[in-house]
């Protein structure tokens, strides 16, 4: 069986004057402060929620 692929997210932007969803959207990532990075095996779920965020991570694929 092959190995889910996975992904690196980075927080790079404060979530300082985001929408409270955006917010906790972050949160829920596993991301607390800026630079912090998280591993995620990637889904449409996880995939969704770096979509709505984008404009505050950084997505590296593994």
Do not use: D, F, W, Y
Request: charged fraction near 25%.
């Amino acid at each position: 069986m092959a190995e889910a692929k996975k992904m690196k997210i980075t927080l790079v932007k404060s979530v300082i004057g985001s929408l409270p969803a955006q917010r906790k959207t972050v949160k829920a990532l596993g991301l607390k402060k800026i630079g912090s990075s998280v591993e995620h095996e990637v889904n449409p779920a996880i995939k969704g929620m770096v979509r709505a965020v984008a404009h505050l991570v950084k997505v590296e694929e593994m």
